[in-house]
């Protein structure tokens, strides 16, 4: 089967959250709820779990290995055992902000 | 209804490079090269490799979606057109006046004379890439080239520029017409 190369919304995949009262951080896709929103965690950002629309949500090109639906505790100590905050500070993306703040 | 995804690919042969930039899509091979934009449709295309095209739409509705398999299908017809080029040949059909074509500037234009023996003298030009020449058959020519839209149109200008006015044209068949679309290599 031929795949595409876009960064895809799936379980797992780290995303950026762009605008609303969680500007800035970083939270993980647990679940899809339609075809618009989907359900987001980050216990270790500051993410409460709750639903955002994907319009919010800018793909990272982080992607875990979780199951769908992983609880906020079992996820935290996904998010460290799989470093998701060394990869993600790591990118040109994350130092150009850093850079911007300066 | 939106469809999650839908995709269709394209497989480009051996000999023929094809490259994708912005919805621009560039084929190139032995009889040339062929530029097509799609810049005004909503579809992803994207190359999968070095020999395969990639045409994908994502919650498309039922109009959309159907610009994802005429995308592949106007690929298609580049690459054929890049390998084996097109050849449409016409036939002037007449029942008491010859048709009289000649065909100028090196098979860029016609002019066709006689048509129902009228006086006008109908000129017809060739859209670029598009070449015209008379067959060794009586009251044939041949037209060739690479576009198969540039091709089709030139025929059909030919063929509306012989159209009967005022008449039964049930009973006035007189005209060129179209006879036979194959490709300029012959396929096997």
């Known amino acids: 089967m031929v795949l595409s190369q876009f960064r895809f919304v799936e379980v797992g995949r780290v995303a950026y959250i762009s605008y609303g009262p969680d500007a800035g951080k970083l939270a993980v896709i647990v679940d899809v709820i339609d075809q618009n929103r989907a359900l987001v965690d980050g216990p270790c950002s500051g993410v409460s779990r709750k639903q955002m629309n994907f319009k919010a949500l800018e793909l990272t090109s982080i992607v875990m290995k979780i199951p769908r639906g992983l609880r906020p505790g079992n996820l935290r100590k996904a998010w460290e055992k799989q470093e998701v905050q060394k990869k993600w500070d790591s990118t040109t993306w994350a130092q150009k902000i850093a850079n911007k703040k300066k | ?188």
């Open chain 2, 1 to 188: 209804m939106k469809e999650l995804h839908t995709s269709q690919t394209v497989k480009i042969p051996k000999g023929v490079s094809a490259s994708v930039k912005a919805r621009k899509v560039i084929i190139k091979g032995p009889r040339g090269t062929l530029t097509r934009t799609f810049r005004h449709l909503a579809v992803d295309i994207t190359m999968v490799g070095k020999n395969t095209v990639m045409v994908e739409k994502w919650f498309g509705k039922h109009k959309e979606l159907a610009a994802v398999r005429t995308v592949c299908s106007h690929i298609e017809n580049m690459i054929k057109g890049v390998t084996k080029g097109f050849l449409y040949k016409m036939r002037s059909v007449y029942a008491h006046f010859p048709i009289n074509c000649a065909v100028q500037e090196g098979g860029g234009s016609v002019e066709i004379r006689n048509f129902l023996g009228e006086k006008f003298v109908r000129k017809v030009g060739m859209l670029p890439g598009v070449s015209i020449k008379p067959s060794t058959q009586k009251d044939e020519f041949i037209l060739e080239g690479n576009d198969i839209e540039a091709v089709s149109t030139s025929a059909a200008l030919i063929q509306q520029s012989t159209t009967v006015k005022n008449k039964d044209i049930r009973k006035f068949l007189d005209g060129i017409y179209v006879s036979e679309k194959t490709t300029v290599v012959p396929s096997d």
